[in-house]
């Protein structure tokens, strides 16, 4: 998919982002029926965000299970929805090992970037928000030019969403303070820790050790199109795409991205798809033969 394209299709569900949604949906429930008459929550108490209980008890189990409950179902529910529409693009650019690795960073810093400043607090935080804004984050930084539609009627670039978004928690952190019953630290602390585990992930990429036995020695290697960390399975689907898109509208018609997902898929799996009746030839020269 073109990373600057509009599109009106439903994201395909990818298998971190669906076990995530349906372990929240389970944790909601339990939540539920745990919760006492008097309206206290057992499960928040053992499992949400306390900062005291973070710093005195060293109960840091509850950086990462806080964001697996929620305080009502418009929360888990909007929670869940941009988490679905947005993850799921980044999972299938990146890959399910690297997409979990991302949520669990961003969320787990959210948890950090709270209980440093009410290290005192015996007040709980729930709630996967602070995934949300890492993968808010990630998005506006991979798919920058991507448009976004906010209530599916005002269109904006994903990278000023971001931008927006991140101002308006600045905003009403500064002017409300901790008094709204909303976690913006965490909030600003997804998107924080999300953004320099990416400064950091892209820095490593770019470089390699020149000999195995001297570390401290680093040459910049090439860096790598983005279909260069697609799965198979979408760099498969996405071909197929744009060898049909070829036919149809010619050579021309095709963007530098879309050219970069053909060079990697002829790279890849080229002579396994000649069998199938798929040719690329001379990619080099952008002279195709498309379906047999």
């Known amino acids: 998919m073109n990373k600057n394209n509009i599109s009106i299709k439903m994201p395909q569900t990818t298998p971190v982002v669906f076990w995530f949604i349906i372990i929240c949906i389970g944790t909601f429930f339990f939540q539920s029926i745990t919760t006492l008459p008097q309206g206290i929550d057992l499960l928040t108490l053992r499992l949400g965000l306390i900062p005291r209980e973070v710093w005195h008890s060293f109960q840091i189990w509850r950086l990462v299970t806080y964001t697996l409950l929620h305080g009502g179902i418009f929360h888990l529910a909007i929670n869940l929805f941009v988490f679905w529409m947005i993850g799921s693009e980044l999972e299938k650019f990146w890959g399910s090992r690297e997409f979990l690795k991302y949520i669990l960073i961003g969320g787990v810093g959210a948890g950090i970037l709270h209980v440093l400043f009410q290290f005192q607090s015996t007040i709980p935080v729930i709630g996967a928000s602070g995934v949300v804004f890492a993968v808010l984050l990630a998005f506006g930084m991979v798919f920058p030019n991507r448009t976004v539609y906010i209530y599916f009627l005002f269109p904006l670039k994903a990278r000023y969403l971001v931008l927006l978004l991140g101002g308006l928690e600045l905003l009403m952190l ?97 002579k396994v798809n000649h069998k199938k009746g798929i040719i690329l030839v001379q990619i080099k020269y952008i002279n195709f033969r498309t379906y047999e």
């Open 174 to 270: 500064f002017s409300s303070g901790m008094e709204t019953g909303i976690a913006h630290l965490a909030h600003l602390g997804g998107m924080l820790f999300g953004f320099i585990y990416l400064k950091v992930f892209s820095l490593k990429k770019q470089l390699k050790p020149v000999h195995k036995n001297d570390r401290n020695i680093h040459q910049v290697a090439p860096p790598k199109n983005r279909a260069y960390y697609y799965d198979d399975q979408t760099l498969k689907r996405e071909m197929d795409r744009i060898l049909l898109k070829l036919k149809i509208k010619g050579k021309h018609s095709l963007d530098a991205e879309e050219l970069e997902i053909l060079r990697e898929a002829s790279r890849r799996f080229g």
